[in-house]
């Protein structure tokens, strides 16, 4: 079945450091590809999404590439602030069965004045 | 305002008492899905429903029930919780057919049961 890998963190970082956060999947079919993110006692909000190959989605200063030959939609953002501390899931919907929404176990990115 | 709501957002229980967590939308969404959120695991899918009368177990069913008789509305029961069913949980909208829209989220559940 489909699946969704990232590392679980927590990531630290100082601000305005560059963030990457890894996301690879797998998917039969031609999936479109999510990035949310769940502030401290909220639920989640898409942060930006990308629905076929190369294309960028980007929002709020960060960004992800759709790179279906390496199967994977990692997160960037050039400088991160103390605001962007949050909890991040990579996710996948498919076109095929019920169209469920698989997730990652979420990547906790804290940072740091 | 587009938006998932949930009921209520914290709630402390005992083990074997049934209980109930509301969730209703105003997108006209199809499609509603339930999860749970434990650390180390992200979410799980529990149940989900393409459409009024429509449901089906997802990944993690066992002790929950659902039903869907209104399109707004899809509630999440537990007939007997157990300890094992502490979690965060959420509800969610999207529309079906289109994989490409996201999904809405609820602020989330606090489930505590002891």
């Known amino acids: 079945g489909d699946s969704v890998t990232q590392m679980e963190g927590p990531v630290t970082l100082s601000e305005e450091a560059f963030l990457t956060i890894n996301c690879t999947y797998t998917?039969?079919?031609?999936?479109?590809l999510f990035w949310y993110v769940q502030y401290p006692g909220e639920g989640l909000q898409l942060l930006l999404k990308?629905?076929?190959?190369?294309d960028k989605g980007s929002n709020k200063g960060f960004e992800a590439t759709y790179r279906k030959e390496t199967t994977s939609f990692h997160l960037e953002k050039g400088s991160v602030q103390v605001s962007d501390s949050a909890v991040y899931f990579c996710?996948?919907?498919?076109?095929?069965?019920?169209?469920?929404?698989?997730f990652g176990i979420g990547t906790k990115l804290q940072v740091i004045p | 305002e587009a938006q998932v709501t949930q009921n209520p957002r914290y709630l402390i229980t005992v083990t074997g008492k049934k209980l109930t967590v509301t969730c209703s939308q105003n997108?006209?969404?199809?499609?509603m899905s339930w999860y749970r959120q434990d650390p180390g695991l992200g979410l799980r899918q529990i149940y989900y429903?393409?459409?009024?009368?429509?449901?089906d177990k997802g990944d993690v069913p066992e002790g929950y029930k659902v039903s869907r008789k209104e399109k707004r509305n899809f509630p999440l029961i537990l007939e007997s919780p157990s300890p094992n069913q502490t979690s965060l949980y959420f509800c969610?909208?999207?529309?079906?057919?289109?994989?490409?829209?996201?999904?809405?989220f609820g602020q989330g559940t606090r489930l505590t049961v002891v």
């Open positions: 969610a909208s999207s529309l079906t057919g289109v994989v490409n829209t996201e999904a809405f």
């Open positions: 998917a039969t079919g031609y999936p479109s």
């Open positions: 990308a629905t076929k190959a190369d």
């Open positions: 996710a996948l919907r498919n076109s095929g069965g019920y169209q469920k929404v698989t």
């Open positions: 997108m006209n969404h199809e499609y």
């Open positions: 429903s393409m459409n009024v009368e429509v449901t």
